[in-house]
């Protein structure tokens, strides 16, 4: 984003706009984090400011600030697709194609507003007026942070902009461990600290509120953890069966794909999740190094994200999709065990 972009976005914010901001579809903490902290701001100038999410999210992001404000589009159609026809202003965010929204992306694509893109994956899509694209930046959260920081106002976070912002950067980084966390990364979060972000008490809301059910569907995906150590590689299964059998709720799967990938000597993580009602397999992977989980996604499995961070998904049955994948991994032998 150019100096003059950054000209040209604060002479559009000076008067009050109808704006709307929206994440992609299964908004994770990045993705509630960084809309969120956005509203709050754009609140203090008076704008007419609605987050519409494509549908619902976790219940351990349900306590955010102004969480009980976002709109979810799914549930919520008409109302949505009026907002977006009026928005002078829509900022996408987390996302760097429109087909990530799903239902949302035909009425995204016929509006006439202006479109600021703010995203930190790799190739972003053509469709935005404004792009702030940065792949080496931990979080979309921290991006908002240097938004907010080269319009001039970092003087205007507060502690619930500061408390949005540190949950997208926490969640994104695996709790400040993951190879995107920098230097720089740490002087934000000590800032958002400064600014009123309770750390033990989002902690506390985003890991330590765990079910009975979620603990148990965990250990069965740990039972069902496989690995392929001549491959370097770990994957995990769920099925739907196993999903109804403890009681799953969105947002029970987080994060379990990492338990693979914290295994000695391995590279390459992925958790397979059947989905009866969308009719797919979901797919997350994990890697570690220089391997790129985006690369094999892009490749096989419709999807991307970043070098150690993407997400995929197949149309074939979930037997059927581990065995493309087992039959896909010799190609990347020398890559995995290059690490």
């Given at each position: 984003?150019?100096?003059?972009?950054i000209?040209?976005?604060?002479?559009?914010l000076?008067?009050?706009k109808?704006?709307?901001?929206?994440?992609h579809?299964?908004?994770?903490?990045?993705?509630?984090?960084?809309?969120l902290?956005?509203?709050?701001?754009?609140?203090?100038?008076?704008?007419?400011?609605?987050?519409?999410?494509?549908?619902?999210?976790?219940?351990?992001?349900?306590?955010?600030?102004?969480?009980s404000?976002?709109?979810?589009?799914?549930?919520?159609?008409d109302?949505?697709?009026?907002l977006?026809?009026?928005?002078?202003?829509?900022?996408?965010?987390?996302?760097?194609?429109?087909?990530?929204?799903?239902n949302?992306?035909?009425?995204?694509?016929?509006?006439?507003?202006?479109?600021?893109?703010?995203?930190?994956?790799?190739?972003?899509d053509?469709?935005?007026?404004?792009?702030?694209?940065?792949?080496?930046m931990?979080?979309?959260?921290?991006?908002?942070?240097?938004?907010?920081d080269?319009?001039?106002?970092?003087?205007?976070?507060?502690?619930?902009?500061?408390?949005?912002?540190?949950v997208?950067?926490?969640?994104?980084?695996?709790?400040?461990?993951?190879?995107s966390?920098?230097?720089?990364?740490?002087?934000?979060?000590?800032?958002?600290?400064e600014?009123?972000?309770?750390?033990?008490?989002?902690?506390?809301?985003?890991?330590?509120?765990?079910?009975?059910?979620?603990?148990?569907?965990?250990g069965?995906?740990?039972?069902?953890?496989?690995?392929?150590?001549?491959?370097?590689?770990?994957?995990?299964?769920?099925?739907?069966?196993?999903?109804?059998?403890y009681?799953?709720?969105?947002?029970?799967?987080?994060?379990?794909v990492?338990?693979?990938?914290?295994?000695?000597?391995?590279?390459l993580?992925?958790?397979?999740?059947?989905d009866?009602?969308?009719?797919?397999?979901?797919?997350?992977?994990?890697?570690?190094?220089?391997?790129?989980?985006?690369?094999?996604?892009?490749?096989?499995?419709?999807?991307?994200?970043?070098?150690?961070a993407?997400?995929?998904?197949?149309?074939?049955?979930?037997?059927?999709?581990?065995?493309?994948?087992?039959?896909?991994?010799?190609?990347?032998?020398?890559?995995?065990n290059?690490?």
């Amino acid at each position: 984003m150019t100096q003059q972009d950054i000209k040209n976005i604060k002479q559009l914010l000076a008067t009050p706009k109808r704006i709307v901001i929206v994440p992609h579809k299964n908004p994770d903490g990045d993705a509630i984090g960084s809309t969120l902290g956005l509203y709050h701001y754009l609140l203090k100038y008076n704008h007419n400011v609605t987050v519409i999410a494509p549908n619902d999210y976790p219940g351990f992001l349900k306590w955010i600030p102004g969480e009980s404000t976002i709109l979810k589009y799914d549930s919520q159609a008409d109302d949505c697709d009026a907002l977006i026809k009026k928005a002078d202003i829509i900022f996408t965010l987390d996302f760097n194609a429109l087909h990530r929204t799903g239902n949302m992306e035909p009425v995204l694509e016929q509006s006439d507003a202006v479109k600021i893109l703010i995203d930190h994956h790799q190739e972003p899509d053509d469709y935005a007026t404004y792009v702030f694209s940065d792949v080496s930046m931990s979080s979309t959260c921290q991006m908002i942070y240097h938004f907010i920081d080269m319009l001039g106002d970092n003087d205007k976070i507060d502690t619930n902009i500061a408390t949005c912002l540190y949950v997208g950067i926490m969640t994104d980084t695996g709790s400040f461990r993951f190879a995107s966390t920098t230097s720089t990364t740490h002087r934000i979060i000590a800032y958002l600290i400064e600014k009123g972000a309770n750390v033990a008490d989002i902690h506390n809301h985003v890991y330590d509120n765990n079910s009975y059910d979620r603990l148990q569907l965990l250990g069965c995906a740990l039972s069902n953890l496989k690995v392929i150590p001549e491959l370097r590689t770990a994957y995990i299964s769920l099925s739907q069966k196993e999903l109804n059998k403890y009681n799953f709720k969105k947002g029970d799967t987080e994060g379990v794909v990492n338990y693979g990938l914290s295994l000695e000597n391995i590279v390459l993580a992925a958790i397979f999740i059947e989905d009866k009602q969308e009719g797919i397999i979901k797919i997350s992977l994990r890697s570690k190094g220089n391997f790129s989980v985006n690369d094999l996604s892009r490749a096989h499995f419709n999807g991307g994200g970043h070098i150690n961070a993407a997400g995929g998904r197949s149309e074939l049955s979930l037997n059927e999709t581990i065995k493309k994948f087992i039959s896909i991994l010799p190609d990347y032998s020398n890559a995995l065990n290059n690490e």
